[in-house]
């Protein structure tokens, strides 16, 4: 698993109701069983043309996934046991709050993450 982004994009807010905690495995390592049980929806904004996968139960969004990208997003808060993770950056984070972000919670960029900034994956 990859530590944390937070997303703070419109879309991540209106579809979760505040900034989406994600961290992400790599698609060749992922299955899903039970797949019935997640709605897909395309994301209304998304540079990687990405669906989110929604429990069809409670409605959390628990997948974001851009299809040409080699990992698999999913909600922080999925994890029964999250120890180890760190939060590594907030992404998509609006030119009025980045200073409130990066002093109170770290490293904050006001688009996707940089190319030249690397995650840190963690087993």
Known sequence: MRD?????????????GGPWAASAVAR????VT???????????VSQHEAS???CRGCGTVVFWDAPGLATVSFAAATLSDA???????HIWVD??????????????????????????WRS
């Open 34 to 44: 039970g797949d019935m049980a997640l709605d897909w929806e395309r994301a209304p």
């Open 95 to 120: 030119e009025d709050a980045t200073f409130a972000v990066a002093g109170a919670l770290g490293v904050s960029y006001p688009g996707g993450l940089p190319a030249s900034v690397v995650v840190p």
């Open 52 to 54: 989110r996968g929604r």
């Open 4 to 16: 944390l982004l937070v997303c703070h994009c419109n879309a991540c807010v209106e579809a979760t």
């Open 28 to 31: 060749s390592h992922l299955g």
């Open 83 to 89: 120890s180890g993770l760190e939060v590594a950056g």
